[in-house]
């Protein structure tokens, strides 16, 4: 018989009992049947942080390299990524430039030190996060020409913001137009913006939108080139729209359906 089958050795199987009479032993403060405090205290935490958004880091990093199945590492520990939103099971989507964008559990990165230097005031922001995203890079257009659109952070922050993302030149513009205005007359959007999945310039993506009856802002195609990858995972059906807090936070998402309209009322009380 091998060593890793032989039974346990005295001392071993000493310990094994004397865990055993503990386990058995009655206890009143014990917790109930299937309950872990450990599992709880990290649930806990996971619930402060995600609740705590006005502490999320603008940047985080990995604190290990992050590797693929052939041992090729993919990300560069240390690397500072921008942080795209956070998930309430505490995974984050990171965007770190050419090294991709990716879903990382907050256990590898330095989020929780960078959100606490934030929060002391050690660290600043000078936009809350996902409005510093879109921060003057959305255009404003109407039959005669196209401009950029000056956001006014003051007037959005704390408000609510609705993304929708769709190719404009084959998706059902007048359909996303009116599940945009559905959400918007349930409460407090303060900014809508389109997020063109295309190759096709500006101008081309205002005339499909035009001749949708859409007339919120978009999102410059050069940039909207790299925030379609940064904020929509692999998989995520087109098209897609997602209502978020302006730091990020996602209060509801999903194809633009009625079922995502009808989550993104409630969560906007409406």
Same mark, same amino acid.
């Given at each position: 018989?091998?060593?890793?089958?032989?039974?346990?050795?005295?001392?071993?199987?000493?310990?094994?009992?004397?865990?055993?009479?503990?386990?058995?032993?009655?206890?009143?403060?014990?917790?109930?049947?299937?309950?872990?405090?450990?599992?709880?205290?990290?649930?806990?935490?996971?619930?402060?942080?995600?609740?705590?958004?006005?502490?999320?880091?603008?940047?985080?990093?990995?604190?290990?390299?992050?590797?693929?199945?052939?041992?090729?590492?993919?990300?560069?520990?240390?690397?500072?990524?921008?942080?795209?939103?956070?998930?309430?099971?505490?995974?984050?989507?990171?965007?770190?430039?050419?090294?991709?964008?990716?879903?990382?559990?907050?256990?590898?990165?330095?989020?929780?030190?960078?959100?606490?230097?934030?929060?002391?005031?050690?660290?600043?922001?000078?936009?809350?996060?996902?409005?510093?995203?879109?921060?003057?890079?959305?255009?404003?257009?109407?039959?005669?020409?196209?401009?950029?659109?000056?956001?006014?952070?003051?007037?959005?922050?704390?408000?609510?913001?609705?993304?929708?993302?769709?190719?404009?030149?084959? =998706?059902?513009?007048?359909?996303?137009?009116?599940? =945009? =205005?559905?959400?918007?007359?349930?409460?407090?959007?303060?900014?809508?913006?389109?997020?063109?999945?295309?190759?096709?310039?500006?101008?081309?993506?205002?005339?499909?939108?035009? =001749?949708?009856?859409?007339?919120?802002?978009?999102?410059?195609?050069?940039?909207?080139?790299?925030?379609?990858?940064?904020?929509?995972?692999?998989?995520?059906?087109?098209?897609?729209?997602?209502?978020?807090?302006?730091?990020?936070?996602?209060?509801?998402?999903?194809?633009?359906?009625?079922?995502?309209?009808?989550?993104?009322?409630?969560?906007?009380?409406?």
């Amino acid at each position: 018989m091998s060593q890793s089958s032989s039974l346990p050795t005295k001392p071993i199987a000493c310990g094994l009992l004397l865990a055993l009479i503990v386990a058995c032993a009655p206890n009143d403060d014990a917790p109930p049947p299937g309950a872990s405090p450990a599992k709880d205290a990290v649930a806990e935490r996971l619930a402060a942080l995600y609740a705590d958004e006005a502490s999320w880091p603008t940047r985080v990093w990995l604190e290990e390299p992050m590797v693929d199945a052939s041992g090729e590492v993919v990300v560069k520990p240390k690397r500072p990524g921008v942080l795209v939103f956070v998930r309430r099971n505490g995974d984050l989507r990171v965007d770190f430039g050419r090294q991709g964008a990716h879903t990382v559990p907050i256990a590898r990165t330095n989020f929780v030190g960078e959100a606490a230097r934030v929060r002391s005031g050690e660290a600043s922001k000078t936009y809350p996060n996902l409005l510093g995203m879109v921060m003057n890079r959305v255009v404003e257009f109407d039959a005669e020409r196209l401009r950029p659109h000056k956001l006014d952070a003051d007037a959005i922050r704390g408000g609510r913001i609705l993304l929708v993302f769709a190719d404009a030149a084959t =998706a059902d513009v007048e359909a996303l137009s009116a599940f =945009a =205005a559905g959400v918007k007359a349930a409460g407090d959007v303060r900014l809508t913006t389109f997020v063109p999945i295309t190759d096709e310039r500006d101008g081309d993506v205002a005339i499909d939108l035009l =001749a949708g009856g859409w007339s919120d802002p978009f999102v410059m195609t050069p940039m909207a080139r790299s925030y379609v990858p940064a904020m929509l995972e692999p998989g995520t059906p087109r098209p897609f729209a997602r209502l978020s807090t302006d730091e990020g936070r996602i209060l509801a998402e999903g194809p633009p359906d009625e079922a995502t309209l009808g989550a993104m009322r409630e969560a906007l009380g409406g």
